[in-house]
DNA sequence: ATTAACGTTGACGTTAACGTCAACATGGAT
DNA sequence: ATCCATGTTGACGTTAACGTCAACGTTAAT
């Protein structure tokens, strides 16, 4: 009985924790710290630290979320909703307001950007207009 | 000899702390501690502070950097962007490259988001399907 | 003249997200 | 056997962005 992969990605590779920590250019110190949070719980090999695919995958998404504001927490409930920890109905229903949820305050971002993008554009008008009066 | 006004808007709009800690649901502490950070510098009428309109622009600038998760120090730079003290040609190209930057880190945030929607996508149909199958 | 509402300036406290350092474990190369 | 690189677990320090007082000023209404 073998087990049942869900991904076709290379899914075996295993990474130390000063492997992941030059990846993603934080330090060890960072990746044990979102353990502590509850945001990875790599395997054990002795004492030592393994991480599989999906913690780097956890680990990209947590990242990405700091870049764009995102609390720990918040992406930890990210992570929580990637998570197959859920086998019935309700569960999925919540899961799915999650994800809407979600998109929500994306989309909201998202709006935010596009107004900051257009006063850029509309400053930049500006003072290119003044740079030539000049 | 009358002052040339640069906008249309109800500029001469004057604003209590008070006033602006109601209007964008923050507290008057935080007001003054953007104050105190050099991010606003509203007029005095004896000890009290009087915000115009520029700071209301300057402080919904500010609530947006935090949206997108930029710190006071960058919103800062902004801020020092679309402040006229500026008036020979090397500073204006500065102004410029300052602009570019921003639309760099916005459009690499705007990336981001995109990536979290398709995922968020994927995810949202392997829910979908894991609850048919039940 | 007194109160109430609103404002001010320190000064110290708090939380999130790590950094820093010390003391120790471990597995392989010399 | 002994380094040495790499790892581990505390414990304490740090920074940004405010919160929370305390003590005091100002002004309009009673």
């Known amino acids: 009985m ?19 920590a030059q990846r993603f250019d934080i330090t060890t110190r960072t990746i044990r710290f979102y353990e ?3 945001l990875l719980s790599p395997e054990r090999q002795g004492q030592k630290r393994l991480y599989s695919q999906r913690d780097y995958t956890t680990l990209k998404l947590i990242l990405r979320g700091k870049r764009l504001g995102w609390s720990l927490a918040e992406s930890g409930e990210l992570i929580q909703m990637y998570n ?13 307001e999650r994800v809407q949820e979600s998109r ?10 596009e107004v900051m993008l257009l006063e850029l554009d509309e400053h930049e008008n500006q003072v290119r207009a003044a740079m030539q009066k000049k």
């Open 2 to 20: 073998t087990k049942n992969e869900t991904t076709l990605k290379p899914s075996h590779t295993i990474y130390t924790i000063s492997d992941l």
């Open 36 to 38: 502590s949070e509850g």
């Open 84 to 96: 197959p920890a859920q086998n019935n109905q309700a569960q999925y229903q919540k899961v799915l």
């Open 104 to 113: 929500g305050r994306l989309q909201n971002q998202l709006n935010d950007i």
